[in-house]
């Protein structure tokens, strides 16, 4: 086998995209957990703390919410 996995176009697999926020799902405790946390960066202009909110959310929906 000498084929090379060296695919100039990768699959789009995931739409996701860094900048759109991840929702957090009704009813679940540790999406409201974080989505709380979130508002309360956003309302501080805590930048950096609202994006380490989307990523653990982001994390927590692909791994719970699947
Ligand atoms: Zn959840």
Redesign the pocket.
């Known amino acids: 086998m000498s084929e090379r996995q060296t695919c100039p176009s990768a699959p789009v697999v995931l739409p996701l995209r860094l900048d759109a926020e991840p929702k ?2 009704p009813g ?4 409201d957990n974080i989505a709380m946390e979130h508002d309360r960066a956003r309302a501080n202009g805590e930048a950096s703390k609202r994006r380490d909110c989307n990523v653990r959310l982001r994390r ?2 692909s791994a ?2 699947r």
């Open positions: 957090p799902v679940c405790a540790h999406c927590h929906l719970d919410h």
